[in-house]
């Protein structure tokens, strides 16, 4: 089993940034492909992206692509997710996941476990 604690949320004003961290618990980390989702007021939660086991390779939800990175060290078992140009409509609790699964990392089902979600809110 793995136990995901994100951190790093925060206010931050348009234009900013914010690195979001997710520290996992075990010793199996780099057993797992890592995903980042986001869940904003009165909407479902969305994918925002992935990264594999290795961290070679990425995907992102086309609404971020360009201004938000995700990277990973699997000796610290932490995935991160910087943030940069924010804007207002980022403002969403994010939520990092982890799934043992090798494809379709867009999709919230093949993720196994999850985190108690971080909150982002950017001011206009």
């Known amino acids: 089993q793995v136990q995901l604690v994100e951190s790093g949320g925060g206010l931050v004003q348009a234009g900013g940034s914010l690195r979001l961290s997710c520290a996992a618990s075990g010793r199996t980390f780099s057993t797992y492909a890592m995903g980042w989702f986001r869940q904003a007021p009165g909407k479902e939660r969305n994918f925002v992206g992935y990264i594999n086991r290795s961290g070679s390779s990425t995907g992102y939800a086309d609404s971020v692509k360009g201004r938000f990175t995700i990277s990973r060290d699997n000796a610290k078992n932490t995935v991160y997710l910087q943030m940069n140009s924010l804007q207002p409509e980022d403002t969403a609790v994010y939520y990092c996941?982890?799934?043992?699964?090798?494809?379709?990392?867009?999709?919230?089902?093949?993720?196994?476990?999850w985190g108690q979600g971080t909150q982002v809110t950017v001011s206009s």
């Open positions: 996941a982890a799934t043992k699964a090798y494809s379709n990392l867009v999709a919230q089902r093949n993720y196994d476990y």
